[in-house]
């Protein structure tokens, strides 16, 4: 009774499945495989970008996050919020603690009046998170084209392409190409939105932040600040934010691989020696005598 | 099962003795998985993974039980909770990590047990409650590994949860109300969220719970083994302990290099970037796709794009998403063909390798990929062979096929001649 029955089924929904498929063969034969978009011929993946902290060896390169610690607080901090970043972990970059208190009083944190009760701006301490450059969604959007500029703090996870990606954004923002507008004229970069290759619908509401060399003005014995050096510091610094746990786990993987390694080797010959007794000498052929 | 030739469990010493009269706790382990049990001395590397599967689930229930610790299920900080676990938490990443890709890895080893079980026939005979046990098992791990993935509460958990609890909605006229009720909502929020933590922690118990019917049911026929010949006698078997313990032992190590690599050097290379994006039911991303383990049967839900007379596409492809896995049920009365391993089944084992493989290939790929031409295309035909595959190809299979012949045992098999052989009784199983 089964089997007629699951013929039956099988017959329904293989029927089913291929008359979805004939409609789509139809519309593909008719109107071809999907339109093509701008999207689809003018983005680019990231182009590769090498960091310290990649590999399984990878660890930050401190002075170079602490570049773009400092490109972040002097260009994107304008718009962009680090909320799950505090002060604090700003001593894995190498800070003492004197350093990183300095550090957080330089920025101003929203507080409360000790005295009137009512909401202040007071000087950051260590345990306070990475302020928000706007009060609310609203105020973030009506200031930037109606785009919320994104918390940073995990971005470096949250795209494909990850640093890469953010370096190739930062450095990708370039004139549309006469070709792009000839093919799609529907296409065109609407005002306030900047045309940029590597973002996803290829125009993005962000205006270049890094627009010049020399734009951050890095201490002395540090590399120049060319629009590329920056771009790759704070790519660095927010791969940083996104995982600060990085370099511990590449650390924290060889002596378990190593440990695992052996303990596998030991299993493997123990398993082997008990399998001795049982496993047959030769390959036996059908028919003979086996030898033990 | 208790062959008579199983070694009896001896308490050597006076606590021994003690427990075995009172609570005969260590006869049950010594009957189970020591010297107690005769197992086939042919199993290969494709039997370890039934184990493997046990580890995994201990090793999930641990470090599930860890993260709860630390993790908020409230849809305000939830999200963030994850991240303190994953900055500020000791080991909390190595807690995270392990518990994300031990999901995937969990997935791996059953899906890997699962086909086991499609190209030997495990679910025949004597062992089809195994079977029924192992799919109850299976939809409850989806159940518990959907919801697991909701409770992050980044952009693809909650994109998920939704398309996944709109299905509901496809059923005719109570479809609406169902969604509703089972969201606590109209749409996902604080109290799905809630419920789905709740239930995420308790279904890895229920879990627990049919894993031990599974190895019960399993101890009454015993493990069937690479030839599909049952146990004749005494030479065809080795106790479980030391043997197999050996072998699983070593499995395990190659299993925990494999995962410690992953979760070590790639732990992100499973997931999707978009749930590191705070979930926000305003923006929907460029494409929602399930976790990966789910691809395969979200092809077959999204290959019904048209309407099948009165039923609505929607609705067709819901059907045909539960029915995927509803036909396992059905496989041991399916598949008629007294020979279980496809080593000896010509006719079935080219339909295994070169049709139910290809197409599980196939839609694993476009469960994945956004739903775009040529990728629906495709997923249509797989899900067409799918279908075919199941119910009408392996019953008509088992009936035209003309098996291989058979060792007469399981010991001729390994050794190439069994001292009870008798010329003539090679009958197929
Ligand atoms: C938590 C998940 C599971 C656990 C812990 C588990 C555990 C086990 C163990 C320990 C064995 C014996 C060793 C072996 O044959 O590999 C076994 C056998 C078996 N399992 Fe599972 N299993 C799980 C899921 C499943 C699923 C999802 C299915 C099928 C849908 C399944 C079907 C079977 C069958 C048919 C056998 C007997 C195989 C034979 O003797 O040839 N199991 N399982």
Redesign the interface.
Known sequence: M??PI??L???F?????????A???WI?ATEG??EATAEHEFHRAPEPLHLASDG?FGKFDKAQVQRGYQVYKEVCSACHSL??VAFR?LAQLGYNPAQVKAAAASWQVPGVDPNTGEANMRPGLPTDYFPSPYPNKIAAAAANNNAIP?DL??MA????G?AAYIHSLLTGFQPQPAELLEKFPAAKTPPGLHYNPYF?NLNLAMAPPLVSEGQVTYGPGNPKPTIDQMSTDVSAFLAWT????LA???Q??WP??GF??I??IL??L??QQ??AA?K?KK????????SD | MSFPWARQYEPTNGLMKFLDEKLPLPRLVYDAIGAGYPVP?NLSYMWNFGVLAGFCLVLQIITGVVLAMHYAPNSLVAF?ST?HI??DVNWG??MR?AHANGASFFFIVVYLHIFRGFFYSSYKAPREMIWLLGVVIFLLMMATAFMGYVLPWGQMSYWGAKVITGLFGAIPLVGEPIQTWLLGGFAPDNAALNRFFSLHFLLPFVIAGVVILHIWALHIPGSSNPTGVEIKTEADT?PFH??YT??D??G???F??IY??V???L??YMGH??N??EANPLSTP?HIVPEWYFWPFYAILR????D?FI?P?KL?GVL?MF?AIL?WF?LP??D?SPVRSGHYRPLFRKFFWFGLIPAMAVLFYCGGAPA???F??LS??A??YY??H???IL??VSSIEKPEPLPYSIT?A????DKQAVLGENTAA
């Not at chain 1, 390959?283 to 086996?290: C, M, R």
């Not at chain 2, 290959?303 to 048209?306: E, G, R």
Request: glycine share 8%.
């Open positions: 089964i089997r699951g013929i089924a099988g017959l929904f293989t029927l089913a499945v291929l008359w979805s498929f409609n789509g063969a593909a495989l999907g399984v909320k799950f972990d994104p703090s995990l996870k949250a795209r494909h990850g996803a996104a995982e600060p746990t511990k786990r590449h924290t993987g378990v691989l695992l390694l303990a596998t299993a493997y123990a398993k008990i399998w049982v047959p390959k036996a052929v059908t028919g003979s005598k086996s | 001395r963030s991240e994953m900055r990443w190595l990590y080795i030391p043997y050996a072998k032992g070593y395990l190590g190659v925990l290099l410690c690599a979760l070590f050097y732990p992100n970037p978009d590191y994006i460029a290959a019904f794009t048209s099948f039923i596409a067709m045909a029915s036909v059905f009365w399916l008629r775009e031409e040529p629906v295309m249509q035909l899900t067409a279908f075919l199941f119910l009408v019953p008509l001729e390994v050794l190439g001649t």
